[in-house]
């Protein structure tokens, strides 16, 4: 077997969870402040387009989410298989494995680049956005959309990094196209007088930039998960698994993103300054999130892994470690996010009714976050296994159906926006529960010991 990053099947598991999960979460947190500066820098440097200009990057938020989820859910599949082959020493599988996730990640980035192209203007026409918004809204995702191949491609080649237990590399990718991207918006926005166009081009081109910064390592690597051109050829069986596990998880996100596009809907018809509110809130509290999701990741990969060696005590282990380290690590960051918040919303839109409004914001969603760290992470053990779909289907109906009944039935009787924010405590609340009674059922350390 060749020379790989992290032994994840011996030794301590409370540091190794820490060194895999930070930098996952600092490549989560970098892409959002990156993504950021598209607001902040159309919010500050548009005249007198800025509100609108933030409220049109924002009502994008949920599409984008859904694309990404989509993906992302799909590439953890490539993670998985990875991962499991790591541990049964099946150097085969993770060659077939490698290659066959890059070529799907380009194939579907682009069949999904046509398709969003094809029916993008109807669906927001859907979500209510306002006739000043609505055009800079459309630009914005029309040109986000042609980069979708190069964006997929990132995502799972960061995958591929991930099962090993390398996780700087992506971060580092990230960084370089990072910084690209906020010079890029700079020079758009401030030299050549472009708006929402000018982020959405400078995003497109830093996430072709990360891409293939890691197409290029994963090239001239010497792990195992080396890319070769003599191998690269598309493996249908494999591809068969990566989808298995990876589609439900994809699905999963992607419908969770549909419940939030019916969210933005309800937030789109109180008017511009909500939604404004509302976005600059949004891309604060998804550091927290970014935190969380990197010891999922990490509960899923380490798993895998010691699931493929047999060893499902140390399974279990990496699940309780998860949840502890998680729920240590995004208490302080609410904290600090908490005390500095009318600050920190304040350098996306300065109107104190914006920074007021999404203030209330960051206190609801902030109080949910105790559940969704909770499912967040036994999803993660339970991919870890192979079980992708069972997680998929509860939090389909703990988090989808739960926030649409609560904005078709509940908001229209007290239209405000605290009233849209509670859907969100009472739909992760209900998702932990279901995910911890799947949990007891499946048992899979006691089901897979054989």
């Given at each position: ?6 032994d994840m099947l011996h030794g301590s598991l409370w540091d190794k969870l820490i060194l895999y999960a930070f930098p996952v979460a600092a490549t989560g947190i970098l892409e959002q402040l990156f993504n950021a500066s598209d607001l ?87 979500m209510n956005i306002p006739d000043a918004v609505f055009p800079y809204a459309l630009t914005y995702i029309r040109i986000y959309l042609l980069g979708m191949p190069v964006i997929c491609l990132y995502n799972f080649e960061a995958a ?291």
């Amino acid at each position: 077997m060749a020379k790989q990053k992290m032994d994840m099947l011996h030794g301590s598991l409370w540091d190794k969870l820490i060194l895999y999960a930070f930098p996952v979460a600092a490549t989560g947190i970098l892409e959002q402040l990156f993504n950021a500066s598209d607001l902040a820098i159309v919010g500050n440097f548009t005249g007198d387009a800025k509100t609108v200009c933030v409220a049109a990057v924002g009502a994008n938020s949920p599409i984008v989410g859904l694309l990404l989820n989509l993906f992302i859910g799909i590439a953890l599949g490539a993670n998985v298989i990875i991962a499991n082959a790591i541990g049964q020493k099946d150097e085969a599988t993770i060659h077939k494995a490698v290659h066959t996730s890059i070529i799907m990640s380009i194939l579907g980035g682009a069949l999904i680049a046509l398709i969003g192209e094809i029916f993008i203007g109807s669906l927001m026409h859907l979500m209510n956005i306002p006739d000043a918004v609505f055009p800079y809204a459309l630009t914005y995702i029309r040109i986000y959309l042609l980069g979708m191949p190069v964006i997929c491609l990132y995502n799972f080649e960061a995958a591929i990094f991930r099962s090993i237990g390398e996780t700087k590399i992506p971060l580092q990718a990230l960084a370089i196209s990072g910084v690209l991207n906020v010079a890029l918006n700079l020079v758009f926005v401030i030299v050549f007088k472009m708006t929402v166009n000018g982020v959405a081009i400078a995003t497109v081109l830093s996430n072709a930039i990360s891409a293939i910064v890691l197409f290029r390592r994963l090239c001239r690597t010497d792990h195992v998960i080396r890319i070769k051109r003599t191998e690269f050829k598309f493996d249908a069986g494999v591809a068969g698994r990566i989808l298995r596990i990876g589609l439900p998880a994809g699905i999963q996100g992607a419908v969770f993103a549909v419940a939030n596009i019916v969210i933005q809907s309800a937030i789109n018809s109180l008017g511009t300054i909500v939604m404004a509110a509302s976005s600059a809130a949004l891309n604060i509290e998804i550091i927290v999130y970014d935190i969380m999701n990197s010891f999922s990741q990490a509960c899923t990969t380490f798993t895998g892994q010691n699931y493929g060696a047999g060893d499902l005590k140390r399974c279990k282990k990496s699940l309780y470690l998860c949840i502890i380290e998680a729920a240590i690590a995004c208490a302080v960051s609410i904290m600090l996010i908490l005390f500095f918040g009318k600050s920190l919303l304040a350098l996306f839109n300065s109107d104190p009714r914006v920074v007021e409004i999404g203030y209330t914001r960051l206190l609801i969603i902030f109080s949910a976050y105790t559940f969704s760290m909770l499912y967040e992470n036994m999803s993660g053990y339970l991919r870890g296994f192979g079980l992708s779909l069972v997680p998929a289907i509860l939090t389909v109906f703990g988090v989808c159906v739960v926030r649409l009944v609560w904005i078709y039935t509940v908001f229209p009787a007290h239209q405000n926006f605290t009233t849209i924010m509670l859907v969100y405590p009472l739909s992760l609340a209900t998702t932990a529960v279901l995910i911890f009674i799947a949990l007891m059922v499946y048992r899979p350390s006691k089901r897979y010991q054989k």
